[in-house]
């Protein structure tokens, strides 16, 4: 089990680029969870997805992100004309089923400059 | 709305030593309670959780920790520490198992440094 993958580990962009990142959750899960991670907020909730469908996404900032889940091995988190405040670790974590224990990825590093 | 507090923002323990992590928590029923460590540069590991039933709950490695209902706490523990257990220390919990309640709200952490 290669637990839940993440790529790229590490992304530089401009300011006013786009961002696109990518999680593949364990096998068989069926949850899959975003989390951003910064020094000044900590770990915060993004959104969630059941079943591929969109189930909460009140983390989400209003304009800029949006995360998609188009089959049940992958799932996007897109950030549209990148800001600096944007520079984070970015988490994905999958759960077999809901309320299930939540497994992390090693998370996408961005760098917005 | 739920939260987490890690009081500690950073402790120093020597080898051998026990540890002691706080975590209190705001919410009015019962949570679901976890802690994860992070390693530098990795993502969240789990070192146990807290369902229901005894307050005590015993993790990977060594940690343990203990839920108290009466004071809203779920402090992590353990008795001799090794100098591989230097991390950072998340506290978190989540408040269901239906849809509006799994996601995880987090402490701040606490970073933990282990001299030899």
């Known amino acids: 089990n290669a637990g839940v993958i993440q790529t790229p580990r590490h992304k530089v962009t401009g300011k006013g680029q786009e961002a696109t990142l990518w999680c593949e959750p364990i096998?068989?899960?069926?949850?899959v969870f975003w989390y951003r991670q910064t020094i000044v907020q900590g770990l915060e909730f993004l959104t969630y997805?059941?079943?591929?469908?969109?189930?909460?996404d009140s983390g989400m900032p209003k304009e800029r992100f949006s995360a998609q889940m188009p089959n049940q091995s992958h799932s996007t988190l897109k950030i549209q004309s990148t800001q600096p405040q944007d520079s984070a670790v970015y988490l994905c974590a999958s759960s077999l089923d809901e309320g299930g224990t939540q497994y992390f990825g090693p998370g996408t590093r961005l760098l917005v400059l | 709305a739920q939260s987490v507090t890690q009081p500690d923002a950073r402790v120093t323990v020597s080898e051998g030593a026990s540890l002691q992590l706080r975590c209190k928590y705001s919410?009015?029923?019962?949570?679901?309670l976890f802690w994860y460590v992070q390693y530098p540069r990795q993502g969240l590991q789990l070192l146990l959780k807290?369902?229901?039933?005894?307050?005590v709950v015993q993790g990977v490695n060594g940690f343990e920790a203990e839920f108290s209902k009466s004071n809203s706490s779920f402090h992590l523990r353990k008795a001799s520490v090794h100098w591989s257990d230097s991390a950072v220390y998340f506290c978190?919990?989540?408040?269901?198992?239906?849809?509006?309640?799994?996601?995880?709200?987090f402490g701040i952490g606490t970073r933990v440094l282990v001299r030899p």
């Open positions: 919410y009015s029923g019962t949570p679901y």
């Open positions: 807290y369902y229901s039933g005894d307050p």
């Open positions: 096998s068989g899960h069926s949850a």
């Open positions: 997805f059941r079943n591929q469908a969109p189930i909460d």
């Open positions: 978190a919990l989540s408040v269901g198992t239906n849809s509006a309640g799994n996601k995880l709200t």
